[in-house]
């Protein structure tokens, strides 16, 4: 069964922090990886996708890579905002399914 | 793109009623389907997904069922719902269309409260 961990659970920074998130998972036989946002009471916004057969995808001030064999993904977010205060969530797809981390929580002060 | 609709976005249930939660997909076909449940301060548990009209598959024994009349339409119910079924239930579905990315995409979400 695979299982999805973030560190840490929560973060909180200086507006103009770069930001760094990290999820490891148990199996590496993922077919891809997806970062997701989540405000308060809504649903999720797809951040980023990192297929199985790639090392990194960029968005922005956003950039997440990928170390499929060790287990590992890491999302970076450059000179943070205000705005980028949610929860973060690490999911990897195999089976048919994506299997979630617990997430991280964002809280960026002005 | 694509949009999922999800509702009711938010419902109050007595325990022991009935359940019915509805979600469509516009802008694909044939999309995999997916229930997520995410309970407070925990992380998304699958609940159930389809690959197609029929096809459901449930990840988890519980109080909960699923079905899918039509190719984009998903819908979780219960005959009797339990205080634990409480919590934010998401509909998700992949892009199809084009090459299968395995990419995810999720409604808004329906807030059950079971009292």
């Known amino acids: 069964k695979q299982e999805v961990t973030q560190i840490p659970a929560a973060l909180s920074v200086p507006e103009g922090e770069n930001l760094v998130l990290n999820c490891s998972f148990t199996?590496?036989?993922?077919?891809?990886l997806q970062w997701f946002r989540q405000d308060p009471g809504k649903g999720l916004t797809s951040l980023l996708l990192?297929?199985?057969?790639?090392r990194e995808q960029t968005s922005g001030r956003l950039n997440a890579s990928l170390d499929k064999s060790s287990g590992r993904s890491t999302l970076y977010i450059a000179a943070s905002q205000p705005g980028d205060s949610a929860t973060y969530l690490c999911?990897?797809?195999?089976?048919?399914?994506?299997?979630f981390g617990a997430g991280t929580t964002v809280t960026v002060r002005a | 793109s694509q949009t999922i609709h999800q509702w009711p976005a938010t419902l109050v249930q007595p325990v022991g009623s009935p359940l019915s939660l509805e979600c469509t997909v516009e802008?694909?076909?044939?999309?995999?389907l997916y229930w997520y449940r995410q309970a407070a301060g925990r992380g998304l548990q699958l609940l159930f997904y389809?690959?197609?009209?029929?096809?459901i598959s449930s990840e988890v024994p519980q109080n909960l069922s699923a079905s899918r009349p039509q190719d984009r339409q998903f819908i979780l119910s219960s005959k009797k719902l339990l205080l634990s079924d409480s919590g934010f239930y998401l509909c998700?579905?992949?892009?199809?269309?084009?090459?299968?990315?395995?990419?995810?995409?999720f409604g808004e979400g329906s807030r059950l409260t079971v009292l």
């Open positions: 999911a990897v797809f195999n089976d048919y399914k994506l299997s």
């Open positions: 199996d590496s036989a993922i077919y891809n």
């Open positions: 990192i297929q199985s057969s790639q």
């Open positions: 802008g694909t076909s044939n999309p995999n």
């Open positions: 389809s690959v197609g009209i029929g096809q």
């Open positions: 998700a579905s992949d892009r199809v269309g084009s090459i299968n990315t395995g990419e995810l995409f």
